[in-house]
């Protein structure tokens, strides 16, 4: 599919965080101005969510694992050496103080639905939604870490396609909860009458599936946006599939600018197959940028960085999922190593995806140092800069980027004093905050619920709830 | 035991609260100075927590349930018309909002251990400590609503004293992930060698239970208290026995004085019984306090609430417990309505705690309406309601109160213009904070982590970790 003409509205750009220190760029924080040390306090997520408003970004997205990254070298040393994400805190609970300090910045948080019950989750997005007044989005995953399943109670990790399985119903029985449970005009405050609820327009989802049972009805009354805004990064072809059905973001992988490109046509064309619009899912990758005033001031800055990344940083995150490439001579074959892999009962997707099966673990390591390194990476002046982004949104069809912090704030604050304004200028980006929700932003004024077309709106009024597909209607007439 | 002398701390004042329209004082909400509908939004919390910190509370306590009261006349549509607990709102989010707007106020919220994962719970319980540098408090609670069993794939209640047992199981993994997993100085932030965190510092808490495993290690770095301040509520001979162990602050109920004098009494003499003080366990009592400038201002206030209360908002909070009172005729003797739940399976402690078996149902539809007002109950002045407090806190020993909410924010206003004045001019108020964290508010300076003789300090430094209580601790070397 050729990439289709952009729409007027302007490139979103989110800042990729992750409460913790160590995020994807291992080693950095020894840097004198970086300051992620303080992920503890409330004022560094504050200082930042001021700022990323101040630069009119779409929102902050915040990352999570919950468990440690102990695959390299057979224990989770690496990883808290290099702080590679742990100590890590809950992405859920920085966001209502950076709520509290802005306006219109969106927020979106990862959580994951393998190993918590969706009922409970289901209030605590609703409550996000009501208090940032539809400002939320959630990052759907379904999680990786083999210790993250031994967290919750379970052996090793849940088989690749059984979570996505769990996954799909677990969105199902959100859907129900937050679209189908109570109707817009539920709650009615009529005081003369003391009826704060009208309990005709509320009833139970009665949801009985494979994986869970759920009675309801939602706890939390209908919030601005509903469902919050729905992004997923499914890589793999039953990520895609479920990317294509649930995701009004999705963060798309890829080796370079060709496989991005067909990688956001491949995503549109399977969400038109869901009856969607080809728009309807908005596309974004990771993005390096570094600017300076000058092109030597930026590539100084990239050196500085290179110098200070570490490889056993990268090392010890890629060897989360299981793989631990010490383990094995450094000119074993890859394809080697894999077969030894999947004899042992470790060849998943989930697992193997950081690694190819190609050249020899030398090459592997060389390459894995480099596995969260974009292939959209801008260096140079302003004008150089948003030279190549204007480029790969147009030969892509990307929506924006999760800008991809190197040291915070000053990552940030570089891309909105020096990047914003030249995009502005171009007119590729606002220069003022429209919208009031975050789904709003993405699709447009007016759109601050699902589409029609999207499946979550199948519940909508109680329809196709419980076992049977039919609604139990609590009854409306109440003796008194 | 007799009253034992106080110390010189203040009396405590927590400000009840619970992110919903209609908490305890069911009808209110029509009120045309109450902003109970308001809940949902960020203001009506940061308001509140500023004008709480104004009058130098210990804390606002916030209770939860995660389900609907849907026993009364076999339905949710009571709760629903009356705002009984519902719509509702996660309360642990609402406190990250209230510490940014706060430096000093303590923050305590419900969280029950029966049916979602411990793991995940330790991270949010550590991200909130870290985010309001130690002002946080757990409020213990194992649920007893059916339809919240019904909400989390279980077809009915757990059982009372298995919800126990799971708690106290709940409650051990915790201690290890918050006390035992990482040491004090395991953080080191050694920017020279690139060593973030200590690996020997770390370790693994290979928790295998009877209802939990849990590998860990804990994903946060410890925080002010590691462990949250721990309340508690319960009032059967296990929720005592469990509060005797665990809590550092329990909600203590009673029909009288003289039954609050005993229950404090029994409560301190088993925390000695565990191995603690009798001072280890702060007492607190719900408080009624209608407060006016005259005594006939404070009537007027009192009648006007009383004339707003409503039965039917009591009868469904009553209800919840699986009871339908509704059910039977007026005439019947409750003893035989008690017989026949038995009969039919709903005999059990959490659901019958509401009724006696004493006198009709009509007697118990009258006792149930003012299920809530606590015995404590103190209309008039300040100084008459200050001689109430006075006279209450020598005569049963109780170190303090949760006020209870007729009007937000009037109560808390009339509270921290009135009665607080009055308190400090007797010696019996602070008049400024001394503390930073919420446990040394209430133990005093110095005592920011559970005292060595609770039974959670027994897996400091990895000691008695593992399923065979032999630790496995992270190898510290590190080949590079």
Redesign the interface.
């Known amino acids: 599919m050729a990439p289709t003409s952009r729409d007027p509205r302007p490139i979103g750009f989110n800042l990729f965080e992750m ?1 913790c ?2 995020h994807i760029s291992h ?1 950095l ?2 840097h ?1 101005e970086n300051s992620r ?1 303080r992920f ?3 004022d560094f997520w ?1 200082d930042q969510a001021r700022l990323a408003e101040e630069g009119l970004l779409d929102a902050i997205f915040l990352a999570d694992v ?3 990254y102990d695959g390299y ?1 057979a ?4 990883a ?4 590679v994400q ?5 992405p ?6 950076m ?3 802005t306006r219109h910045l969106g927020f979106a948080a990862t959580f994951s639905t393998t ?3 969706p ?2 989750f289901a ?2 997005a ?3 939604d ?2 940032t007044k539809g400002r939320f989005g959630w990052n759907v995953v379904t999680s990786y870490l083999p ?1 993250a399943a ?5 052996p090793g990790e849940v088989e690749h396609d059984t979570r996505y399985a769990i996954a799909d119903e677990y969105l199902d029985v959100l859907y129900k909860l937050w679209e189908g449970s109570w109707d817009d005009d539920a ?1 009615v ?1 009529d ?2 009458n ?6 005709a327009k ?1 009833r139970y989802i009665d949801h009985v599936g494979e994986h ?6 939602h ?3 209908p ?1 601005a946006q509903r469902t919050p805004v729905i992004f997923q990064a499914g890589s793999s072809s039953t990520g895609k599939a479920f990317a294509a059905k649930h995701a009004e973001g999705v963060f798309v992988g890829g080796y370079d600018l060709e496989s991005y490109r067909q990688n956001v046509a491949d995503l549109r064309r399977l969400a038109v197959l869901e009856g969607r619009e080809p728009t309807d899912v908005k596309t974004y990758a990771m993005a390096v940028v570094i600017v300076g005033r000058t092109r030597a001031e930026a590539e100084r800055k990239a050196e500085e960085f290179e110098r200070l990344s ?1 490889a ?1 940083g990268y090392l010890a995150h890629a060897g989360g999922g299981g793989i631990d490439l010490a383990a094995y001579p450094r000119d074993a074959l890859m394809s080697e190593v894999l077969a030894q892999e999947a004899a042992a009962g470790r060849d998943r997707t989930s697992r193997t995806r950081f690694f190819r099966a190609e050249g020899t673990v030398a090459d592997a390591l060389r390459e894995v140092t480099r596995f969260d390194r974009p292939p959209f990476f801008a260096i140079g002046t302003p004008s150089e800069v948003v030279d190549e982004i204007e480029g790969w949104v147009r030969e892509t069809d990307l929506d924006g980027f999760n800008l991809r912090q190197f040291l915070t704030p000053g990552t940030l604050e570089d891309f909105v004093e020096l990047v914003v304004p030249e995009l502005q200028r171009r007119g590729l980006y606002r220069t003022r905050y429209e919208e009031s929700t975050l789904r709003e932003r993405l699709f447009g004024p007016g759109r601050a619920r699902l589409p029609d077309t999207h499946h979550g709106a199948r519940y909508r009024g109680g329809a196709n709830l419980g076992p049977a597909g039919v609604p139990r209607v ?3 007439a ?3």
Chains 1, 2 share one sequence.
């Open positions: 409460a220190v160590g080693g924080w020894v004198p040390h503890n306090d409330l504050v919950i468990g440690t070298r224990g989770p040393e690496t808290l050496q290099e702080a742990i100590p890590s805190n809950d859920l609970l920085v966001i209502p103080a709520a509290a300090a190993y918590e019950p009922f409970a209030r605590r609703s409550t996000l009501h208090l210790n031994r967290n919750f109670g379970l709650v405050q005081r003369e003391h009826v704060y609820t009208d309990p509320v869970f049972s759920v009675a309801g009805p706890l939390a009354q919030s570490r056993e609590v009854t409306a109440l003796a008194r």
